[in-house]
């Protein structure tokens, strides 16, 4: 079925109407999509303020934001490590697992910025796989949170200086004797320009002689720094989209910069429109998007901006259709029933997306994850349902065997004293799920799975309230059967 895109709304700043509020639905629909959800708490709060400043104080805060503090293995080469073969893999794989929970736990956190980071892992590919190096890791993982909302000419100039991409793409095998093109051409393909878009083979060739001498690495203790070795270096001229000098790796990026601003601004803000509006591109709106890229001297929090403020972003046509990945689905839900950080669900988390195609610094292939419809088919599906029903079962466990948090959830949506358990379960419903149910027998399903076996009399007597002790119970309940409607895949 194709994917088809019916918006009509324009960027200009969206002002709240009569036909097109300010409320619960558009509220959520901008925390799942900036970040990775809200609370009810805080999307009442949101909707205090206007929808520009709510966006402009999440832009804010994820620009000022530190990034995470430094491990203390963030430089260690294998000598740094324990001579016992054994235990050095120990350590090894104990700093990448953590390093990885510690990013689970920035996403839950710190909204948009590590939104952001996390878009980027997929854009500046590398695969831990690869290179196996935790000094490695974090440097690259620095990259990522340090440009996350910054300036995206020189994000492209850091990140292939990084050991984990000069790895990775065989940066440190380009020599002026031997040279290699694989960076040069996912640096056009894939990280600024697109596919067949604007370069030639032999832009790519000669590109990759300027790239040349990132070679300076100590095969006796690996995992250190990668150096520029100029003896490496292709001082002859090249010719690079018409330009031609003794370029080197600074100048390649200056002449891609200024000779295909128009194609990497396109490109770019094409995956961004993908990735945070609809998967079905309008042309029209990426073009504008582009412009302000290009005008903004390619600072990313210029066109976050102008997205997420837009008429079009809240547009109803765009909410509910995107498909999240794994870990965004489920940091998304502990998020938005306000379930505390707790380390043990974390690495879980990790540790079982990886198992479905989502394993944490390691993307499918140099191009990322497929994304979108891609997350969902007949083995991941019950993984996704199961696992929201996990850790609902984990957070019941570890309270002695309570669940205030799904209680108070509802409570926020509607009251403490609130007796009529349609009106609750419809704002449960259309809270969680983009566009609610499609028909009413659907919601009258998930009623009478809410009252369970409470007899009728209670709920029409007006005696029961969710202050009620068993209260959470119906809650899992309705959860439970929530989380395995097809809308729920959707944000």
Not at 71 to 97: C, K, M, T, V
Not at 400 to 421: G, K
Request: charged share 20%; with cysteine.
């Amino acid at each position: 079925m194709p994917i088809i895109n019916c918006a009509d709304a324009t960027l200009d700043v969206f002002t709240p109407s009569g036909d097109k509020p300010w409320n619960r639905q558009r509220a959520v629909h901008l925390a799942r999509r900036i970040a990775f959800g809200a609370n009810p708490q805080l999307i009442d709060e949101a909707l205090t303020s206007s929808p520009e400043e709510v966006v402009d104080g999440l832009l804010d805060e994820a620009i000022n934001m530190p990034i995470a503090p430094e491990p203390e293995w963030a430089f260690w080469q294998i000598s740094d490590y324990s001579s016992d073969e054994n235990e050095r893999d120990q350590q090894i794989i104990g700093q990448i697992l953590g390093w990885g929970t510690r990013w689970l736990k920035d996403m839950q956190l710190n909204g948009l910025r590590d939104r952001m980071s996390w878009f980027w892992h997929n854009h500046f590919v590398t695969r831990n796989e690869d290179y196996l190096c935790p000094s490695y890791l974090y440097q690259y993982h620095k990259l990522l949170q340090k440009y996350a909302v910054g300036n995206f000419k020189e994000f492209v100039r850091e990140i292939g200086k990084t050991p984990a991409m000069l790895i990775f793409l065989n940066g440190v095998q380009n020599t002026r004797v031997d040279t290699n093109e694989n960076y040069a051409r996912e640096l056009y393909e894939l990280f600024t320009l697109g596919a067949d878009n604007g370069y030639t083979q032999e832009d790519i060739v000669n590109t990759a002689r300027a790239l040349t001498g990132w070679n300076g690495i100590d095969v006796n203790d690996f995992c250190g720094p990668i150096e520029f070795v100029p003896l490496l270096w292709d001082p002859d001229e090249k010719t690079i989209f018409g330009q031609t000098g003794n370029w080197g790796y600074d100048d390649v990026i200056d002449i891609l910069f200024e000779q295909r601003a128009v194609e990497i601004s396109e490109h770019v803000c094409a995956k961004l429109y993908r990735n945070f509006v609809n998967p079905k591109e309008d042309e029209e709106i990426i073009i504008q998007l582009a412009e302000t890229f290009r005008n903004s001297d390619f600072n990313i929090a210029a066109v976050l901006r102008q997205i997420f403020k837009s008429e079009h972003f809240f547009d109803s046509a765009h909410i509910g259709t995107i498909i999240p990945g794994h870990i965004e689905y489920f940091i998304t839900f502990i998020n938005e029933f306000n379930f505390s950080y707790d380390e043990t669900i974390s690495f879980a988390l990790g540790y079982s997306a990886g198992d479905y195609n989502q394993a944490i610094f390691n993307p499918t292939d140099v191009s990322g994850w497929p994304g979108n419809r891609n997350w969902v088919s007949s083995q991941s599906l019950p993984y996704r349902w199961e696992g929201i029903t996990n850790i609902m079962g984990y957070y019941f466990s570890i309270q002695n065997d309570t669940i205030e948090q799904i209680r108070e959830f509802a409570i926020n949506l509607t009251s403490a004293s609130e007796t009529d358990p349609a009106h609750i379960v419809r704002e449960i419903i259309d809270f969680i799920l983009p566009k609610g149910l499609q028909h009413e027998a659907d919601y009258a399903e998930a009623l009478a799975i809410f009252k369970g076996e409470i007899p009728e009399n209670y709920f029409t007597d007006e005696l029961w309230n969710l202050t009620w002790d068993y209260a959470p119970y119906q809650m899992f309940s309705l959860l439970t059967h929530i989380v395995s409607q097809p809308e729920f895949q959707l944000k």
